[in-house]
């Protein structure tokens, strides 16, 4: 429901190997400098999202601005190299209009998650990071609004939040930029699982969204611990 998917199966698969790969040279690396070390970091962190739905249809898409809020904790194994796992409230979603035989018009997705990102966090330098790891998210909500009228299918009439799938999981990437206690950060988070779970209409198997999730976010962070 946008372009084709920039990350086609062999892609994924290398994704999670790369890192699992990393998550492993962490947990090396770590045994090997735990004199390193430093104290953990706790705190709050919260920004803006940019959110779309990317599937191998060419129907048009509109991104959505949201928002993510939450809290992460930081582990250090060394100088170099920190655990991150993260807890967050995020939006995603997007408006789709379809032109096909089986639906024409455009409809608005929002769906609202606790998201669970597990990082690697690589030290650039004393103030620049790069992080890699793989999230889970769990549905809270997820709800869709006509934008234009539909013919054959009217998305608020069929769809709700049983039809889509409760868990989205994929991987996370971004840089990170901390001075003392006060951080901000870009990210890109690119689902693997499809939003729509698989159903039938009129002898005709749809999922609605047909699509995977990816979100750009911008975000602050602050150290309270």
Same mark, same amino acid.
């Given at each position: 429901?946008?372009?084709?998917?920039?990350?086609?199966?062999?892609?994924?698969?290398?994704?999670?190997?790369?890192?699992?790969?990393?998550?492993?040279?962490?947990?090396?690396?770590?045994?090997?400098?735990?004199?390193?070390?430093?104290?953990?970091?706790?705190?709050?962190?919260?920004?803006?999202?940019?959110?779309?739905?990317?599937?191998?249809?060419?129907?048009?898409?509109?991104?959505?601005?949201?928002?993510?809020?939450?809290?992460?904790?930081?582990?250090?194994?060394?100088?170099?190299?920190?655990?991150?796992?993260?807890?967050?409230?995020?939006?995603?979603?997007?408006? +789709?209009?379809?032109?096909? $035989? /089986?639906?024409?018009? =455009?409809? !608005? @997705?929002?769906?609202?998650?606790?998201? *669970?990102?597990? &990082?690697?966090?690589?030290?650039?330098?004393?103030?620049?990071?790069?992080?890699?790891?793989?999230?889970?998210?769990?549905?809270?909500?997820?709800?869709?609004?006509?934008?234009?009228?539909?013919?054959?299918?009217?998305?608020?009439?069929?769809?709700?939040?049983?039809?889509?799938?409760?868990?989205?999981?994929?991987?996370?990437?971004?840089?990170?930029?901390?001075?003392?206690?006060?951080?901000?950060?870009?990210?890109?988070?690119?689902?693997?699982?499809? +939003?729509?779970?698989?159903? $039938? /209409?009129?002898?005709? =198997?749809? !999922? @609605?969204?047909?699509?995977?999730?990816? *979100?750009?976010? &911008?975000?602050?962070?602050?150290?309270?611990?």
């Amino acid at each position: 429901m946008l372009k084709k998917s920039k990350f086609p199966g062999a892609g994924k698969k290398s994704l999670i190997l790369i890192s699992s790969s990393l998550l492993l040279i962490f947990l090396v690396h770590s045994s090997v400098n735990a004199q390193e070390t430093t104290s953990p970091r706790f705190g709050i962190k919260g920004g803006v999202n940019f959110s779309n739905l990317y599937s191998s249809d060419d129907d048009h898409t509109k991104m959505r601005t949201g928002y993510n809020l939450g809290l992460f904790g930081k582990f250090p194994a060394s100088k170099s190299f920190s655990f991150q796992p993260e807890l967050y409230y995020t939006t995603k979603g997007a408006t +789709v209009t379809y032109k096909n $035989s /089986f639906v024409e018009g =455009t409809a !608005r @997705f929002n769906f609202n998650y606790l998201e *669970v990102p597990l &990082l690697l966090v690589v030290n650039v330098t004393e103030n620049f990071n790069v992080h890699v790891g793989p999230y889970a998210s769990f549905l809270v909500s997820g709800k869709v609004k006509n934008e234009s009228s539909v013919d054959l299918f009217d998305f608020e009439e069929n769809i709700n939040s049983d039809d889509y799938n409760k868990v989205d999981a994929g991987i996370a990437a971004g840089i990170g930029i901390d001075v003392g206690a006060v951080g901000i950060g870009a990210r890109y988070n690119y689902g693997f699982t499809k +939003v729509g779970k698989e159903k $039938s /209409f009129l002898g005709n =198997t749809y !999922r @609605f969204p047909d699509a995977v999730n990816g *979100v750009i976010s &911008l975000y602050a962070t602050l150290s309270l611990l």
